[in-house]
């Protein structure tokens, strides 16, 4: 069954600081999904990573996929308090067009 | 171009009852999948349908289940409903279902079961 974990959890942090959230999964996948989801709101897509080494930017906001290491990372430069929801990892594999969400992590960004 | 359209976008109803929930995809997408997210169990994969076969199915009781029609849209099913079904009932669209065009969530519907 495959599994997958973000770590925080909880993440408070002050703007203009850098900070990386870490999601690893359990069994080998074939793309990984970052998403951010605001209070009461639906799922925004922020990057697909489909391969190893993958690497992707948007703003302050940067994903990167170790499929080796099955980890994923996502990087926040510079925060602004914008930033501040609830970003969740997500796992797809080819046996079936399902996503495995990690827990999530709800990240407060404070002035 | 319109997103995925929910609805209703809020429900409340009483164990017991039964609901259905819709999800109208992106025009021309061809796969919608169905996620229930509570704060205890996070997001879980319910089913999905493609082309109106269901495709695959996540860990749920007979009482959740879903169709869809000759255009795409579908709809889930809740049967004798519990106070463990309130959630937040996301679908998503995808053109094929597979990662190349990736996946576009509607709003929700919130079920409140009292």
């Known amino acids: 069954e495959l599994k997958v974990e973000q770590n925080p959890l909880f993440l408070s942090m002050q703007e203009g600081k850098n900070y990386t959230i870490y999601c690893n999964y359990s069994?080998?996948?074939?793309?990984l999904y970052w998403y951010r989801q605001d209070p009461g709101k639906s799922l925004e897509s922020l990057f697909v990573?489909?391969?190893?080494?993958a690497v992707k930017q948007e703003g302050r906001l940067m994903a990167s996929l170790d499929t080796k290491a099955r980890l994923s990372t996502l990087h926040i430069t510079a925060a602004v308090h914008d930033l501040s929801a609830t970003y969740f990892c997500a796992v797809e594999k080819t046996s079936g067009s399902r996503l495995t969400f990690g827990e999530g992590t709800q990240l407060t960004v404070n002035p | 171009k319109a997103g995925v359209t929910q609805t209703p976008r809020y429900l409340i109803k009483t164990r017991g009852q039964q609901v259905t929930l819709s999800c109208s995809p992106i025009s021309g997408h061809r796969s919608v999948s169905w996620y229930q997210q509570t704060p205890g169990q996070g997001l879980q994969f319910l089913f999905e349908?493609?082309?109106?076969?269901?495709?695959n199915k996540g860990n749920f009781p007979g009482r959740f289940s879903g169709r869809q029609f000759s255009n795409s849209r579908s709809e889930m099913n809740v049967s004798t409903l519990e106070l463990g079904d309130s959630a937040l009932y996301l679908c998503?669209?995808?053109?094929?279902?597979?990662?190349?065009?990736?996946?576009?969530f509607g709003s929700g519907t919130r079920l409140t079961v009292v």
């Open positions: 349908y493609f082309s109106e076969t269901q495709r």
């Open positions: 069994t080998t996948s074939d793309r």
């Open positions: 990573l489909l391969s190893n080494g």
């Open positions: 998503a669209s995808s053109f094929d279902g597979t990662h190349k065009y990736g996946y576009t």
